[in-house]
């Protein structure tokens, strides 16, 4: 019982109150990047999950199996990054052969994200912070979670706030980044949760 | 672009890569660390000098394999170099300089995904002399580490009051706790953005040669520029989205023919001017629905009618041709992606020049109409469930609304590749 409560603190701690985005700003391209649309931003974000979520298992797994065993956890860094670009290229054909629903809906995001820094990151920090594989697991899965939630409201402010009159120097960018800014100062709320 | 030129000197690069090409004022890249790190002048510092170090080794190295590594598995080893000097790099830190080690923590082996180093590699290492790529990294880095810490300096100054950890603000200022905070990152990149964009702006106005994001390799994950045109994903969805949508045009005309024979599809065809009509005003479809009915009592006479039926998007209950109801089902989702543009496409075909220049302006509008006639479209599917008898002439009149959009949608974009040609 007291694991089940470990674990949903957990979840809350690494999906609210220290969001990967903005509080970590790891994953921050395709927040800025996809959050035009609320549609393309969720699709991002359940992609997102998927892989995060894979990649902690994957990376888990490897690390206690395979680097401690043999003592090379120096290796972590290249061993995960290589690890997740071809676990990410190995999910995509496998879904393009075998679900094509669903390699539909996440496809064209799949590549987009080997090279994000929130997936190695969410493996680093599991090793980092000593989580065994089903802690990491969930880690994995809550930081992502977080990252939809952050990414899906800011789709949301974005379509609202288009096309608002605004000085020429701060259209675009600027406007999104002082978007999650404030984004940011609403997420210090939960800071208070734990 | 510079790396056209035969062997740069290495002085041109350090100026090139302090400021002409500042990796962060001007090229925009590798905003994750810039946000993350610089919560005081000190610690933006350090992770500048890491992330050069690695840059101008990596770029060395690459740049010395470069007729080595195939074209084809390149960027996994510029990864699998990339990450080796990060790891040295790790691991000195931690020896000799642990505290600012601890303060960047999971932020150093990141530099693999530093987008920075891979663009370098990808853009000038693999193409360029040791020497010239070397100091590329160099300069590079150093124009990094320099925004780095000046990105650092001012949260410091406004969040502490101090800069590399001596106080400089009177004793009487209150330090804007905010900006050491994750949220002044945001504030500082925005202003720091608007700032770009402000001059960027007057240097256009002025008549001068704007610098457009290069380096970016087409990498735009990783890339925070919002000016380049090669940006955005969306645009990426519809063009993988289209080809599969002309793939289904090409299956249209096997359906037509169907009906053609059909010697009771005459029925059917009788709909078709309204169906015209709905192609040109997808939100009118609802009063189409009012006339089905009568359609109804036609067609159950019609047995044929079921022939038509596996092109319905939930035909599960046809098991005979289930194989052929998937493919349609395949199809929907696709189609449905590239609906919500279309009449945005219409209003830009009949005000032209006015869409021209006021593009963005017209949008609003444009979006909330999209999600209409989605919401209608969709509304008009599920009704469709009801009344399967009807659903041939649905089916076809959806079917001719992508159509007509997909054509218009390409259209449009031939026509965008020309103006962007001019």
Redesign the interface.
């Known amino acids: 019982m007291n694991n089940v409560k470990d674990l949903l603190i957990l979840m809350i701690s690494s999906s609210l109150v220290s969001n990967v985005v ?9 927040f ?3 959050s ?2 609320v549609k ?1 931003a969720s699709s ?1 974000g359940v992609a997102v999950i998927f892989v995060i979520t894979l990649a902690s298992a994957v990376a888990g797994v490897i690390y206690k199996f395979l680097l401690v065993p043999l003592k090379i956890e ?5 061993v995960f ?2 690890v997740i ?1 071809a676990l990410v290229q190995f999910v995509e054909m496998f879904l393009k052969k075998n679900s ?2 669903l390699y ?2 996440l ?3 799949l590549p ?2 080997t ?3 929130a997936v ?2 969410v493996a ?2 599991n090793v ?1 912070k000593e989580y065994g594989i089903l802690k990491g697991i969930v880690n994995g899965f809550a930081t992502a979670l977080g990252f939809t939630i952050a990414i899906i409201i800011l789709a949301g402010i974005r ?1 609202k706030t ?2 608002n009159d605004v ?9 999104v ?2 978007t ?3 984004m ?2 609403a ?2 709320g939960f800071s208070g949760l734990l | 672009m510079s790396t056209k030129k035969k062997a740069d000197s290495p002085i041109e690069r350090l100026g090139n890569g302090l400021f002409k090409e500042n990796p962060t004022f001007v090229l ?1 890249l590798g ?3 810039t ?2 790190v610089t919560t005081s002048a000190l610690n933006g510092l350090g992770m500048g000098l890491a992330t050069t170090a690695v840059l101008m080794m990596s770029n060395l190295i690459i740049s010395l394999l470069r007729k080595v590594i195939p074209n084809r598995v390149r960027i ?1 080893a510029f ?2 170099i990339i ?2 000097f ?2 040295v790099v ?2 000195l830190m931690e020896a000799y300089l642990p505290d600012v080690n601890a303060a960047l ?2 932020y150093i ?2 530099i ?4 920075i180093i ?1 663009g370098r590699a990808e853009a000038y290492a693999y193409s360029n002399p040791p020497i010239a790529s070397f100091f590329d990294g160099l300069g590079m880095g150093l124009g990094f580490s320099l925004a780095l810490t000046c990105i650092g300096a001012v949260r410091e100054l406004l969040g502490a009051g101090k800069i590399f950890d001596t106080v400089v603000m009177p004793s009487s200022f209150v330090p804007i706790n ?1 900006f050491v ?7 500082v ?3 720091l ?3 770009q ?2 001059i960027r ?1 007057r240097m256009k106005k002025a008549g001068k040669k704007t610098h457009e994001g290069m380096g970016c390799n087409e ?6 520029d ?2 380049c045109s090669k ?4 645009d ?2 519809e063009k ?1 989205a289209e080809p599969k949508a002309k793939d289904a045009k090409k299956e249209e005309p096997k359906t037509k023919e169907v009906k053609k024979e059909e010697p009771k599809a005459k029925e059917v065809k009788k709909e078709e001017p309204k169906a015209k009509d709905e192609k040109k005003e997808a939100p009118k479809a609802k009063d189409e629905k009012k006339e089905e009915p009568k359609a109804k009592d036609e067609k159950k006479e019609a047995p044929k009618a079921k022939e038509v039926k596996p092109e319905e998007p939930k035909a599960e209950e046809v098991k005979q041709e289930e194989p052929k109801a998937e493919e349609v089902k ?1 199809e929907e ?2 189609a449905e992606e590239v609906k919500p543009e279309e009449p945005k496409v219409e209003e830009v075909k009949t005000e032209e020049v006015k869409a021209e220049a006021k593009k ?2 017209s ?2 509008e444009e ?1 909330k109409k999209q999600e209409l006639t989605f919401e209608e479209i969709k509304k008009e599917a599920l009704s469709d469930e009801v009344k399967e008898e009807t659903q041939p002439v649905q089916e076809k009149t959806i079917r001719q609304i992508k159509e007509e959009a997909l054509r218009k949608r390409l259209q449009e974009k031939e026509r965008k590749g020309e103006k962007k040609d001019e």
Do not use: H, W
């Open positions: 903005l509080s970590q700003f790891l994953g921050l391209c395709p800025l990047g996809v035009k649309k393309t991002m120096y290796l972590q860094t290249i990054i290589l670009a094509p629903g539909q809906a496809g064209v995001y987009l994200i090279t994000n820094c190695l990151g680093l920090t980092q379509e288009a096309y000085p020429e120097s701060f259209k675009g960018m600027p406007m980044l002082l999650a800014g404030l940011a100062i997420f210090c | 925009m905003m994750c660390p946000l993350a996994p990864i699998v990450a080796t990060v790891t790790q691991f923590g999971i082996p990141l693999v995904v530093n987008c891979l905010i905070l994750a949220p002044g990152a945001f504030f990149l925005a202003a953005t608007a700032l964009n402000y702006i990498d735009c994950m990783n890339c925070a919002q000016s940006r955005f994903y969306d990426k969805t993988k395949q989702p696709k963005e302006d949008r609003p979006i």
